[in-house]
């Protein structure tokens, strides 16, 4: 005679299942066209944030959640920071660093191929000391760098204060060194159940989704023909028989 089901068993098996999940927010933090959009597609393995070479492409917080073994990473990618001018810069800056404030863990994307990386990132690494934040220091565009032994200068002088646990040396384009990275930071987050389900990709609505998808390719299509200061909205989404969308939306302008 076979023996009932264990139903005790079977609880305490899915107990120590979650047990070994990890689960918490990434900030990913950086100046201006750092890559930080491009890296979090790629820890996602799928589109979830927009990339231009405009500078400030992302205004607003976007979630992408990438899975790296048992741990769900919530990561955000935030608008660049740099000393703002005008109100609406100074308020994408204090996204950024709202977003790092309440992260667990923190990821400083420099753009490695750049002289000047060492100057324009060096405020945002006073900004984590004044804050009392370690993160994870991460050179990006290695692939682009013309001067390969400069990267380890480049990275002991950002790290000059001992800000940063850990340093990387990435391409988020090519995807080299980022697996090393993800790992890293997924071992770095607290046990907990996961947030999500395990094929959601962002948190964004399709409609806003949508509306940035072309905003970016204003972006990229226009160029100068329209200011750069435009939004976009999604005013209806149909979704048709043959398993098409059709989208109304409108761009708005500053001026005409």
């Not at 959009?37 to 492409?57: A, D, E, F, H």
């Not at 770095?188 to 998808?213: F, N």
Request: net charge negative; glycine share 8%; with cysteine.
């Amino acid at each position: 005679m076979l023996p009932e089901p264990d139903s005790g068993g079977a609880d305490a098996r899915d107990g120590e299942e979650n047990a070994e999940r990890r689960c918490g927010f990434v900030a990913i933090i950086g100046a201006p066209n750092a890559g930080k959009s491009t890296l979090v597609n790629r820890l996602v393995g799928s589109k979830v944030s927009i990339v231009s070479p405009k500078v400030q492409t992302t205004r607003t917080r976007v979630l992408g959640i990438a899975l790296s073994g048992p741990t769900q990473m919530l990561l955000v990618d935030t608008p660049g920071i740099f000393a703002p001018r005008r109100a609406l810069d100074r308020a994408m800056v204090d996204a950024a660093w709202d977003s790092a404030a309440g992260a667990d863990a923190i990821a400083l994307l420099v753009d490695a191929s750049r002289t000047t990386a060492a100057a324009t990132t060096a405020p945002v690494v006073a900004g984590l000391k004044k804050r009392r934040r370690q993160a994870v220091l991460v050179l990006n565009k290695v692939d682009a760098a013309a001067d390969k032994p400069k990267l380890l200068a480049l990275a002991a002088a950002l790290n000059a204060d001992g800000v940063f646990a850990a340093v990387f040396m990435v391409s988020a384009l090519t995807g080299d060194g980022v697996g090393d990275l993800a790992a890293h930071l997924a071992q770095s987050l607290p046990p907990g159940p996961w947030l999500y389900p395990e094929d959601q990709l962002s948190d964004m609505p399709a409609r806003l989704l949508a509306a940035e998808i072309t905003r970016e390719q204003v972006f990229w299509q226009l160029q100068q023909e329209l200011p750069y200061s435009i939004a976009v909205e999604t005013e209806q989404w149909t979704d048709r028989s043959d398993g098409s969308v059709r989208l109304d939306q409108v761009i708005w302008v500053e001026r005409e």
